[in-house]
């Protein structure tokens, strides 16, 4: 005969959902500080706010007046401080598998007893897992920004900027510009000069740009060798401006390639942001300016006019 498996009975299921409700109180309301710090940090990947729950649970376990965290990540230096003053200090070197997250300290008007230095590591020791996490994702964030090639911000920081710069521009009223540069002639850069020279090249004209426009402004590489210039509060003809003092220097910029010497021409596109206009439709209209300057000869710039 067939065996037929019995149903589980109710009673067994109610002490399931039972255990399940207490698990999700235990969960919420955990009753020891490392389980509810670990919970707290494990629910973000933002560093600062991290350091901010951090702060928030040493304090209960150890008062302290002030507490200061630094650490250079991406060739940043990232700074989290809280409170004011004490003359007293510990300081702790984050460190985990031989890599270092940053450096903790703690200031107190009081002395800090062995005891109180004991939690603090234990509380240390739970947190660093985490904090190691965010800070992971602080490197990974700015690579996905980043062109490898020349560490200026890439197309996808660009198409950001791009989207920020046209909501503040119709928000405020204020003039937005973009500037395309695109080296002439580069395939034969490369073709005659092999692909190390014209990286270098690339190199040399990223570092020329950024000298080239305020620290206000900001430099993207958009292409293999074309770049964009976002230019705040900047009009039409201020556009236009830089756009010929970038094209400029990048005719100083001079490659010593032994025999001969080497040097590049760039063609610029401008367009300033129009109201209500969205970021495509913005970099659509540089893009044919910068089209304009290269049927045109080249080494030149061009402007998509607002008002024709
Ligand atoms: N060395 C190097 N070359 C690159 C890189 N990215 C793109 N290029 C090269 O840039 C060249 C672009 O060629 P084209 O699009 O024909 O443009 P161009 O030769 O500058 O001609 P015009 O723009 O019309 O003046 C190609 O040869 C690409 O291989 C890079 O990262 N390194």
Known sequence: MKHIPSLQRPVSQARILAALRQAREDWHNPSDVLTRLARRLSTTLSLETQLGILAEELADIVPFDSLHYRHRIAREDFVFATGLGGQHRCEYRLNLEGVSYGVLTLYRRKKFADEELEGVETILGTAICPLRNACQYITIEKASLTDALTGIPNKRALD?????????????????????????????????????????????????????????????????????????????????????????????????????????????????????????????????????????????TRVFAAIR
Not at 206 to 229: H, K, N, P, Q, W
């Open 160 to 300: 950001e900027a791009l989207l920020r710069s046209s909501q503040l521009s119709d928000r405020h009223s204020d003039e937005y510009s973009l500037v395309l540069c695109d080296l002439d002639h580069f395939k034969s850069v490369n073709d005659n000069h092999g692909h190390v020279v014209g990286d270098h090249l690339l190199q040399m004209a990223a570092e020329c740009l950024e000298r080239s426009v305020r620290t206000s402004d900001s430099v993207y590489r958009f292409g293999g060798e074309e770049f964009a210039v976002l230019l705040p509060h900047t009009g039409e003809q201020g556009a236009k401006d830089v756009a010929e003092r970038i094209r400029e220097a990048i005719t100083g910029i001079v490659v010593d390639c032994g025999d001969a010497k080497l040097s590049v021409t760039t063609s610029c596109g401008v367009a300033m942001h129009l109201k209500g206009e969205a970021p495509g439709q913005w970099l659509a209209r540089a893009d044919d300016a910068l089209y304009q300057a290269k049927r045109q000869g080249r080494n030149c």
